[in-house]
T-cell receptor, first 114, second 115 residues
Framework: DGGITQSPKYLFRKEGQNVTLSCEQN?????MYWYRQDPGQGLRLIYY???????QKGDIAEGYSVSREKKESFPLTVTSAQKNPTAFYLC?????????????FGSGTRLTVV | AQSVTQLDSQVPVFEEAPVELRCNYS??????LFWYVQYPNQGLQLLLK??????LVKGINGFEAEFNKSQTSFHLRKPSVHISDTAEYFC?????????????FGGGTRVLVKP
C-alpha cells in the first residue's frame, strides 16, 4: 500500500545535539511538507519542497534544516539552534497539480529533549 | 495573510448527541477548505474538503460541513456522535493558485464523547 513512513515514532535528544527525523513516501508525490504540532497551536509549517533539490522555508524554519535529494525522501534535521524542539512532528505529501485535494500525512515523530 | 480560527478548543458531547465544530477563516484570495481528524499520537486523516460546487460537503464517518462565503465559515457537523469520534479536529485552508499549496491550520478542537 502507498503511504508515508515517518521514523522513529519516538525520539529523545540531549540538549545541544542535532537529530534527524526521517520521512519517506511511495506515493509518487512531488511536494512534501514538514509541520510542527504543539498543544493548542495547531500545525505550523517548517519547510516544504515542491521538487527534488529545491525547498522553501515555512513560517518557523529557524533552527531546522532539510534536504530533498530524492523524490521519495524529505528528512528534517532539528539543530541545536532550535530553542524549544520538544514537539510532535508531522510529514505530509501531495501531488503537484492544479487540482489540489489535500495532503497525505505520516503518523508523526514525537521528539523530546531530555 | 490568511488565517483559520477554530472557535472552541474543547467540545464535550454525549454519545448519540449532535455536534458542531466551528471554523472561521480569513483570506485575501479564494480558498479551498478542509477538515482533518487526528487520533492520539497519529497523523491527520482527511474528513472532507470544499473545492467548489455545492456548499454542503459530505465526508467520511457521517460528517458534513457547510461553506458560507459571506460569513467566511466552514462549520463541521455530525448528527449523532459515537465514542470513536473522540479525537482532535482541525480546519485548514489553502489559497487557490498560491505557490506551494501550503495548508494553514486552525488551532484544533478536541472532541470528547461521553457515554
Amino acid at each position: 500500500d502507498g503511504g508515508i513512513t515517518q521514523s522513529p515514532k519516538y525520539l529523545f535528544r540531549k540538549e545541544g545535539q542535532n537529530v534527524t527525523l526521517s520521512c519517506e513516501q511511495n506515493l509518487n508525490h512531488d511536494a512534501m511538507y514538514w509541520y510542527r504540532q504543539d498543544p493548542g497551536q495547531g500545525l505550523r509549517l517548517i519547510y516544504y519542497s515542491q521538487i527534488v533539490n529545491d525547498f522553501q522555508k515555512g513560517d518557523i524554519a529557524e533552527g531546522y534544516s532539510v534536504s530533498r535529494e530524492k523524490k521519495e525522501s524529505f528528512p528534517l534535521t532539528v539543530t541545536s539552534a532550535q530553542k524549544n524542539p520538544t514537539a510532535f512532528y508531522l510529514c505530509a505529501s501531495s501531488p503537484r497539480t492544479t487540482d489540489f485535494w489535500g495532503y497525505t500525512f505520516g503518523s508523526g515523530t514525537r521528539l523530546t529533549v531530555v | 495573510a490568511q488565517s483559520v480560527t477554530q472557535l472552541d478548543s474543547q467540545v464535550p458531547v454525549f454519545e448519540e448527541a449532535p455536534v458542531e465544530l466551528r471554523c472561521n477563516y480569513s483570506s485575501s484570495v479564494s480558498v479551498y477548505l478542509f477538515w482533518y481528524v487526528q487520533y492520539p499520537n497519529q497523523g491527520l486523516q482527511l474528513l472532507l474538503k470544499y473545492l467548489s460546487g455545492s456548499t454542503l460537503v459530505k465526508g467520511i464517518n457521517g460528517f458534513e460541513a457547510e461553506f458560507n462565503k459571506s460569513q467566511t465559515s466552514f462549520h463541521l457537523r455530525k448528527p449523532s456522535v459515537h465514542i470513536s469520534d473522540t479525537a482532535e479536529y482541525f480546519c485548514a485552508l489553502v489559497m487557490i493558485k498560491a505557490a506551494g499549496n501550503k495548508l494553514t491550520f486552525g488551532g484544533g478542537t478536541r472532541v470528547l464523547v461521553k457515554p
